[in-house]
């Protein structure tokens, strides 16, 4: 896909892959950091806030167990009647604040053999300090833990956390501390009791707002403050475990109860959310306070933070788009012109220069290499157009010439309408290029025939106009004097007087008398024709010597005469029959021109002709034509 | 027409006999029993609260209300004064009661294998129950006591004896080495305050041999002899109660949440589902189990009555038919 694309988009594309990429990773690194940061802070934050919170329990407690042992000292210093009891009891939870009740419990039987055990108890109602007795209602007060446990353990105790039923009739906890007797008897119990309910008050008071919130447990475990208020007294922390079947809360709640403080991954009791849990001991207790920070305002806060970072990132995506287009246009823009340009180039105009653009980079290169491949382009192009000019004369000279050849020799056939004393035919195939042959025949009177064929050297105009002066001067020259020897002698003079044309003409020129068969003849340099009489016998028109015309003047031309009887046929022919060539390169030759002749005894001028000229074009068997090919016959038949 | 009206007439004589069969006390108004129970509110009653709520009790002419009961709340006494008619009670707590002249007669022994455990801090040497010898041991005291002390006599062993009211803190602060545990409710505790099983030993009474019924249901004499109909519904209603919470636990484990949050006793559903799971089959038996549902053996009794004989606690023992005069609700 990427292939199809254009170099800027695939440029785009890919860059902002990358860059995408390379912000995915700072992204996800900086969140991956954030939230360490923020669970850092949160938990110092938590950790701090906890142990504040516990110190501040601690503090309440401390003094409320000091109140605690102050009153038992007194107690078991002095000797008090149950009045100062009452008194001092009553003096304790006012000036306490935290207290919510105090009582001196005497074990029964201390005073007597009938006592039957009293508890002095003093309480902070709403109306002020109310006191009772507790053994009196049934509420058995040797019995309960804040008794006996001190008793038992003979020291002062935190109790649990409990529902004063028939005491304090609240939720409270209890700081009791053994009373002895100098004597070491146990005396009784004196205590101090804390209501639970501004420790709720106290936790609800954090500044934890919608994060979390904090809970206390006891001791063992049970919860005494909880944002649940079902929880509290009714769950512990293990029986929360158990009903959840969590293990891990177990754990936690077996480090919590043991006294030490941590920070932890934690699900909220109620909202089961991912949390964390910040505990620390109140030592004097023996409770744990837990603060619980919600898992999702730190996601929360990463979140915003992605946000931004996401914003930015998009835009910078954006400006980096931007930028890359803008990059990939200026560097792909010389190399769109370029191609425009070569298009137009690929079209064939050449004209239009490259506009090549500044610089020294590869498509400063390329651009100027297309510059130089248009500029030789266009040399090349005007070079092929002159040489085609040239080429064009040359063919159009030749067709000229070719032109004139074919108008100066006859060429309609009979020539002499109404001659039955003789036949002529003859046949003119002229080569591409070299040409010159020529042939004429004309009656210089009624009985007197004058059969002309010669080959012109040289090609094109000048050869074709050399042919027609020769034409016309021989044609003059035997009306005037019909005589082949003194004709061509004069025609040579002519012709060499004509300056350095180096031009020549070969010529065998006859003259017959149509009435007897008497022929006269000269020969200037030409193939010598031959007679193939009416019997059959083939033979060659006598040497007689003479040169070529028009090449030197001043030269003599000889008369030779032969008989023509009826029946006997003169046949003429240029160097182009004999010198044909077959594909190997091989003549046609006087000796196959004379076996083919002798075959062809008794036909017509035009049969003969055509008979021998198919000879040769067999023989060529279409190789390229070197010279023009001229066959021409004279049949004889007598005269009528 | 005459033959279809006779028809009809025997087919709704037929019915309402039937009705009557089923429940001889259903006619008339339904009579009001308050039942009093041992302890407040938990799982341990909760046959129960399902009878109660699924209309077993009303269903055998029945107007039932049940009184929770706590520390201090003696049923016994409670029956005595006339403050309830019937009350679930310790069988061995049923005896001293009757020796010392209060007239109950057992409608049904619901609890018959005993959940009674001792349980000692590992980390304090209690590995094996010699272990307790000379240790500080805290006991629920009275005839709660009297398979412990038989089963101390018994193995020779004297432990420092520490009186265990109403919790387990004292032993969870490791003011005493051993204390005594009901398996349903005490064990689970020790668990829900953060001690691992592994942390402690627990024997129960019932593996050493000292295993005796537990709850009951019982009346007055008296009432027995006024009401014996609707003294066996109630046992029968009852025991269908229990059958029923064993049917449907989660169902009867709602009915238990509802009754302890009502009188807001510190309850929690982990705690009373553990309690139910581990009484039922203290209460009906499972297959090879030697007893019967909501049946005192005589051997069991007399098992009973000897062990408090021994330890003094009474002095004699009523005969099993007097103390047990119905066995109305003997059949399952």
Request: hydrophobic letters at 45%.
């Amino acid at each position: 896909m990427l292939r199809n694309m254009s170099i800027g988009a695939r440029m785009s594309v890919l860059v902002l892959a990358a860059a995408g990429g390379v912000l995915c990773l700072i992204a996800g690194y900086g969140a991956h950091r954030s939230r360490l940061v923020l669970k850092d802070e949160l938990e110092a934050k938590a950790r701090a806030l906890g142990a504040a919170t516990a110190f501040h329990i601690e503090v309440v407690e401390r003094s409320v167990a000091k109140t605690a042992e102050g009153l038992a000292m007194a107690v078991s210093a002095l000797p008090l009647q149950p009045a100062e009891v009452d008194d001092l009891l009553t003096r304790v939870v006012e000036t306490n604040a935290e207290v919510f009740g105090s009582a001196a419990a005497f074990e029964p039987g201390v005073f007597g053999q009938k006592d039957p055990g009293t508890a002095h108890y003093a309480m902070a109602r709403s109306g002020g300090v109310v006191l009772k007795n507790l053994a009196e209602g049934g509420y058995a007060y040797e019995t309960q833990d804040w008794y006996v446990l001190p008793k038992e353990l003979k020291r002062p105790v935190w109790s649990e956390p409990y529902f004063d039923k028939g005491g304090g009739d609240i939720l409270m906890a209890t700081y009791s501390v053994p009373v002895w007797f100098r004597d070491g008897r146990f005396m009784g119990v004196v205590t101090c009791d804390v209501s639970l309910a501004w420790l709720s008050k106290e936790l609800t008071s954090l500044p934890l707002g919608e994060q979390g919130y904090a809970f206390l447990i006891s001791k063992i475990g049970t919860l005494i403050a909880h944002p649940t208020r079902q929880f509290i007294m009714n769950e512990s922390i293990f029986s929360l475990a158990e009903e959840r079947q969590d293990p891990a809360l177990r754990d936690l709640g077996r480090r919590m109860v043991r006294g030490e403080s941590g920070f932890v991954p934690f699900r909220s009791f109620t909202t089961r959310k991912d949390s964390y849990l910040a505990f620390s001991p109140i030592p004097s207790t023996g409770w744990s306070l837990g603060v619980v920070f919600y898992k999702d305002i730190i996601t929360a806060k990463v979140n915003a933070l992605g946000r931004t970072q996401l914003a930015l990132g998009l835009l910078g995506i954006l400006l980096l788009f931007v930028l890359v287009l803008w990059i990939s246009r200026s560097i792909t823009k010389p190399l769109k012109e370029l191609d425009a340009a070569t298009r137009v180039l690929a079209s064939g105009d050449l004209e239009t220069p490259l506009s090549i653009p500044s610089g020294d980079d590869e498509v400063v290169h390329l651009s100027s290499s297309f510059e130089a491949m248009r500029l030789d382009l266009k040399r090349y192009m005007a070079d092929l157009q002159a040489t085609t000019a040239a080429r064009e004369r040359v063919a159009r000279e030749l067709q000229i010439a070719h032109n004139i050849q074919m108008s100066l020799v006859p060429r309609t056939f009979p020539p002499f309408l109404g001659r039955e004393d003789f036949e002529i035919f003859a046949v003119l195939d002229p080569a591409r290029e070299i040409g010159g042959d020529l042939y004429d025949f004309l009656l210089l009177d009624p009985f007197h025939l004058c059969v002309i064929i010669g080959d012109v050297s040289g090609k094109g105009i000048p050869a074709a106009l050399f042919m027609a002066v020769t034409r016309s001067f021989l044609r003059a020259f035997l009306r005037e004097a019909p005589d082949p020897a003194a004709a061509l002698a004069r025609l040579n003079d002519e012709l060499a007087s004509q300056g350095d044309t180096n031009m020549f003409v070969t010529l065998f020129c006859t003259i017959i008398d149509l009435r007897t068969g008497e022929a006269r003849f000269t020969n200037g340099g030409h193939n010598p024709p031959y007679l193939l009489r009416a019997g059959g016998a083939l033979e060659s028109i006598p040497l007689i010597g003479g040169i070529v015309v028009g090449a030197i003047p001043d030269m003599p031309y000889k008369s030779g005469a032969f008989q023509l009887a009826p029946g006997d046929a003169l046949v003429l022919y240029t160097d182009g029959v004999t010198e044909a060539e077959d594909r190997a390169g091989g003549f046609f030759g006087e000796e196959r021109a004379e076996a083919e002749l002798k075959t062809l005894q008794g036909k017509s001028a035009e049969d003969l002709v055509r008979a021998l000229r198919g000879k040769v074009a067999a023989f060529a068997e279409g190789a390229q034509q070197s010279d023009d090919i001229t066959v021409m016959a004279f049949k004889y038949l007598g005269a009528k | 027409m005459r033959r279809i009206l006779r028809s009809a007439l025997i087919a709704v004589l037929l019915a309402s006999m039937t009705e009557a069969g089923a429940s001889k006390a259903g006619a008339g108004e339904p009579l009001p029993v308050r039942l009093i129970l041992q302890w407040t509110h938990q799982a341990q009653f909760a046959g129960c609260y399902v009878a109660l709520e699924k209309g077993f009790y009303k269903a055998r002419g029945l107007d039932v209300s049940l009184l929770p009961g706590g520390p201090g709340i003696a049923p016994a006494t409670w029956l005595e004064e006339g403050k309830a008619e019937a009350g679930t009670i310790w069988l061995t707590d049923a005896l001293v009661a009757r020796d010392r002249g209060v007239p109950l007669v057992q409608l049904a022994q619901i609890v018959n294998r005993s959940n009674l455990m001792l349980v000692g801090w590992k980390n304090k040497g209690i590995r094996v129950l010699g272990d307790v010898e000379g240790r500080r041991v805290s006991l629920w005291g009275a005839s709660l006591d009297a398979p412990f002390d038989g089963l101390f006599k018994a193995r020779g062993l004297r432990v420092r004896r520490v009186p265990q009211y109403d919790s387990i803190n004292l032993f969870l602060q490791g003011g005493v080495d051993a204390c005594s545990a009901m398996s349903y409710n005490e064990a689970n505790r020790i668990y829900e305050a953060g001690v691992d099983p592994g942390e402690v030993t627990a024997f129960a009474l019932r593996d050493l041999g000292f295993g005796l019924p537990e709850d009951g249901l019982y009346c007055l004499e008296s009432y027995f002899k006024a009401h014996r109909p609707e003294c066996e519904a109630l046992a029968a209603a009852t025991m269908d109660g229990w059958r029923e919470a064993a049917r449907d636990p989660e169902g009867a484990l709602r009915l238990v949440m509802r009754y302890a949050r009502s009188s807001h006793v510190p309850a929690n559903e982990a705690h009373m589902r553990w309690m139910l799971g581990t009484i039922l089959p203290s209460i009906l038996p499972a297959p090879g189990d030697p007893w019967t549902p909501g049946h005192l053996s005589a051997e069991d009794y007399v098992r009973a009555a000897g062990l408090l004989k021994g330890q003094d606690l009474i002095r004699t023992a009523v005969p099993l038919n007097v103390f047990r005069p119905s066995e109305a609700s003997h059949a399952p």
